[in-house]
C-alpha cells in the first residue's frame, strides 16, 4: 500500500503498473476506517494492512516516512532515500 498524498506526482501510477502490486478498492469497510481517522490516506493503509482472507498477512505499507507507523499493527517498506 503506498502512501498516495505523501508520494510525488505520478508515482501512484507508476506503482499501480508494475505487475506485483495489486491496487485496493476504497470498499464500505475501508471508508469506515477512513471516517475514523484524520487523513483518508492513513487509514486506508492502515486498512488495507489488515489480514484479510484474501490477504492472511495483510498488505505492507510502502512509504518515506516508516515513522508515521511507528507502534501501528502494519508490515512497512521503507522506501525513504
Excluded: K, Y
Excluded at 72 to 79: A, N
Amino acid at each position: 500500500m503506498v502512501e498516495a498524498d505523501r508520494a510525488r506526482p505520478g508515482t501512484a501510477e507508476h506503482l499501480a503498473a508494475l505487475p506485483g502490486i495489486t491496487v485496493l478498492d476504497l470498499d464500505l469497510p475501508a471508508a469506515l476506517a477512513v471516517a475514523q481517522q484524520p487523513s483518508w490516506a492513513a487509514a486506508h493503509c492502515r486498512h488495507a494492512a489488515q489480514p484479510t482472507p484474501d490477504r492472511p498477512e495483510g498488505a505492507i505499507v510502502a512509504t518515506t516516512d516508516p515513522a508515521r507507523w511507528h507502534g501501528q499493527p502494519v508490515r512497512v517498506l521503507d522506501l525513504s532515500p
